[in-house]
């Protein structure tokens, strides 16, 4: 299955991404881990990312759909992916969309992490603190979160009208929010199960009143 996990910078998608791919032995696509990647290479893109996001920009969106195109499609990766911060708007949105139908893939699930602005400050400065990531400010975080706010909306609007969405309070400690997350993949994968059992008992009737037209 792939799975989509978003919210603001500091919603702590990683940490749900991490704990996902432990599990259910998912690949995490981090376009955030794809971006630094580029910017530790030192590669020409990587150096116009790294302006980009030292001033509280967001890459745009053919940079990161081109990255994230290799991953889509190599077979190994085939519906195992867990998409941590893309899309964030509905042009990612419709990329995301066509590059799956070109490599024959859906989204099956997406999760949105909802936290406060203040939630967001404090994890930042924590974060900053562990890491020493150079893009790991108060003002940066502020700027990115209202510009999350701004472009989520349709997003929100476009996977809830697809009957995908589904919101997780990402306010609670990191276990229970990893509990709920778990609890939402097993529903999902027990109604596969329950469809593929339809399905396999619609064959095997029109297989056995074939053989009975034939006897």
Do not use: C
Request: neutral net charge.
């Amino acid at each position: 299955m792939n799975i989509v996990i978003f919210g603001p910078p500091g919603a702590g998608k990683g940490t749900q991404s991490n704990f996902i791919v432990e599990k259910y032995k998912l690949h995490q696509l981090s376009t955030g881990e794809l971006l630094r990647k580029e910017i530790k290479d030192k590669t020409n893109l990587g150096l116009q990312i790294e302006s980009i996001i030292n001033s509280g920009n967001l890459v745009s969106d053919n940079i990161v759909s081109d990255l994230i195109e290799k991953y889509i499609s190599d077979q190994n990766y085939k519906n195992r992916l867990i998409f941590d911060g893309y899309p964030r708007n509905l042009i990612q949105v419709k990329n995301l969309d066509n590059l799956l139908n070109k490599y024959e893939q859906k989204i099956d699930l997406v999760l949105k992490l909802s936290v406060s602005l203040e939630t967001i400050k404090k994890r930042i400065l924590e974060r900053k603190n562990l890491e020493q990531r150079v893009d790991d400010n108060e003002k940066i975080a502020v700027k990115r979160f209202e510009m999350y706010e701004k472009n989520i909306e349709p997003v929100i609007g476009y996977y809830k009208q697809s009957n995908l969405l589904t919101v997780v309070n990402g306010e609670k400690p990191i276990a229970e929010i990893s509990d709920e997350i778990s609890d939402l993949i097993e529903g999902f994968k027990g109604w596969l199960w329950e469809i593929r059992q339809y399905k396999y008992a619609g064959k095997q009737l029109l297989i056995n009143i074939w053989l009975v037209s034939q006897g």
